[in-house]
């Protein structure tokens, strides 16, 4: 993502948040009247609105738009077969790829694209808006590791896909936490987190298996798309434009 729409559109999403966690404590508006589950919605949903508003912004390609679509809608399509299985399904392992080969932005696109697509099939619903905030951040964060560490080894991203098994879940726990427990404690917080650890484990290990088979090929898939998306033309020689001219004489 840009660094110069994020340098003030970061602080303003901030001052969003800052400013309904004081609303809804001081106990005298219509904020305040929220349980946790309806505010905590409300500030992913502001996420994912300055997020979109960044890339909107952005001078992203006609070609970046299309990959990140066609990206997106694979990430989707191979989430629905697997829907049978708890937790274990290839969105994330695509999401982060996408966002280790293209960078940051793209893979936060990705991400939240495949959520939102795949549950045109699997049903939309509250959960939603997490799905695309989790994934859209492991996208984001495999852009941010691929800058950190450009040679980064096999072993590693199979830690990398393993730590987002468990990040995705530990995020759309959190959802469910402030959405359906009661009251909100540490220790209902302890239960719920332990009522998914098998679920998260599920996924990890999956993650870890598609790219343990299918990692290497897919990331050679899409890096030579990206060469080609990066290729440039050199501009034409004054003889060249005069052959032109004359051919369409």
Do not use: C
């Not at 309904?20 to 904020?31: A, E, K, P, T, Y």
């Amino acid at each position: 993502m840009r660094e110069s729409g994020l340098r003030w559109r970061f602080p303003l999403f901030l001052s969003v948040v800052t400013v309904l966690l004081i609303l809804s404590i001081r106990g005298d508006n219509s904020v305040s009247g929220q349980n946790w589950g309806l505010l905590s919605a409300e500030i992913v949903a502001a996420a994912l609105a300055f997020l979109y508003w960044d890339f909107e912004k952005s001078t992203a390609s006609s070609r970046e738009i299309a990959v990140i679509a066609v990206l997106g809608a694979i990430a989707a399509v191979g989430r629905v077969p697997f829907a049978v299985l708890p937790n274990v399904q290839p969105t994330t392992f695509i999401v982060i790829i996408s966002g280790f080969v293209f960078g940051p932005r793209a893979g936060f696109m990705t991400g939240s694209t495949a959520a939102i697509v795949a549950n045109l099939f699997l049903g939309q619903g509250p959960w939603t808006p997490w799905q695309m905030f989790a994934w859209g951040l492991a996208g984001a964060t495999a852009g941010v590791l691929k800058s950190l560490y450009p040679r980064i080894g096999r072993r590693a991203m199979v830690i990398f896909h393993i730590a987002w098994g468990y990040l995705f879940g530990w995020i759309m726990n959190l959802w469910f936490w402030t959405a359906f427990i009661y009251p909100l404690n540490w220790q209902s917080f302890l239960a719920a987190y332990a009522a998914g650890f098998w679920f998260d484990t599920f996924h990890a290990l999956g993650n870890a298996v598609f790219y343990l088979l299918f990692g290497a090929g897919f990331t050679r898939i899409l890096t030579r798309f990206r060469r080609k998306l990066e290729a440039s033309y050199l501009p034409e020689t004054p003889a060249q434009q005069k052959n032109k001219a004359q051919g369409d004489m």
